[in-house]
Nanobody
Framework: QAQLVESGGGLVQPGGSLRLSCAAS????????MGWYRQAPGKERELVAG???????LYADTVKGRFTISRDNAKNTVYLQMNSLKPEDTAWYYC????????WGQGTQVTVSS
C-alpha cells in the first residue's frame, strides 16, 4: 500500500526558510505528477506546488518565487524548499500524487511567527 511520510516542518520566524521532505513508498514519485499541498486552520487544502513526471513545475501565485519543488528519484522523495516565509504560510503541509492520490500522510506543521 502506498505511504507518504512528510517531515521538516517547524517554527520559523518571518523571512526564514524550511525544507520539507516527502518520502514515498508503494508509489513511484518519478512516474507520477507529485504535489505539495497545505491546509491552514479553517481553510480547505490547496495545492501550492507541483512537479510533473516529465519535470515541469508549477506554483500557486502565493508562493511563486519563494518556494521550489524538487524530486530525488533515487530516494523516491519529493522536497519543498520554502524561503522568505510569511505568517500566511502557516499551515499543515502534505504531499501526494496529483492525479492518482494515495492515502494522505500525517503531514508536517509549519508555523511562521515572530
Amino acid at each position: 500500500q502506498a505511504q507518504l511520510v512528510e517531515s521538516g516542518g517547524g517554527l520559523v520566524q518571518p523571512g526564514g526558510s524550511l525544507r520539507l521532505s516527502c518520502a514515498a513508498s508503494g508509489i513511484n514519485a518519478r512516474y507520477n505528477d507529485m504535489g505539495w499541498y497545505r491546509q491552514a486552520p479553517g481553510k480547505e487544502r490547496e495545492l501550492v506546488a507541483g512537479i510533473a513526471s516529465g519535470g515541469g513545475k508549477l506554483y500557486a501565485d502565493t508562493v511563486k518565487g519563494r518556494f521550489t519543488i524538487s524530486r530525488d528519484n533515487a530516494k523516491n522523495t519529493v522536497y519543498l524548499q520554502m524561503n522568505s516565509l510569511k505568517p500566511e504560510d502557516t499551515a499543515w503541509y502534505y504531499c501526494n500524487a496529483v492525479n492518482r492520490p494515495a492515502p494522505w500522510g500525517q503531514g508536517t506543521q509549519v508555523t511562521v511567527s515572530s
